[in-house]
């Protein structure tokens, strides 16, 4: 992995991970490497200081990082905040999964930690089938799909924690 330093065509700066070099040079290409402040996929790599280990290994020396410059009055200057990194395309898949799992719980009864007992209910006939959601461990999940009852987890996002 590795990490760059990116500005927009704006000069808002940003940083992000990639798998290599040439998977930044291909995301970028396909322009699915975006601004987190506006939105801009005009982007490139900024000036990043390097990190330097000493020869222990295990201290880091700092390096002093590189001025920004000056805004001319020109330009738009936004002040500084919690800013998402996520991508347009990391975006659109959680809007997707918060979709799926607003749709079961909204069309589905929650049977709570009762969720492997009424699975098998249904399962095996002794109740009428209908959609539920509830809690298993994952023991319980291994059990069930050993049986051959259908089970899949609900999408749980880090929005959802906090």
């Known amino acids: 992995m590795i990490r760059y330093a990116l500005r927009c065509e704006r000069d808002h700066t940003f940083e992000s991970w990639f798998q290599s070099s040439s998977a930044y040079d291909s995301q970028v290409k396909r322009k699915l490497v975006e601004c987190p402040t506006c939105g801009s996929t005009k982007v490139e790599k900024a000036i990043m200081a390097p990190r330097i280990v000493s020869k222990k290994g ?76 509830g809690e298993a461990s994952l023991d319980e999940a291994r059990e069930l799909i050993e049986e051959g009852i259908e089970v899949a987890p609900i999408p749980v996002l880090p929005d959802d924690r906090n």
């Open 58 to 133: 295990r201290e880091v020396a700092p390096v002093p990082a590189a001025p920004a410059p000056a805004p001319t009055p020109a330009q738009e200057v936004i002040p500084p905040g919690p800013t998402s990194l996520l991508m347009a395309q990391e975006r659109e898949l959680r809007a997707k999964l918060k979709e799926l799992r607003d749709h079961i719980v909204k069309n589905a009864d929650d049977v709570g930690e009762r969720f492997p007992t009424e699975a098998r209910k249904m399962h095996y006939g002794e109740t009428e089938h209908r959609p539920i959601y």
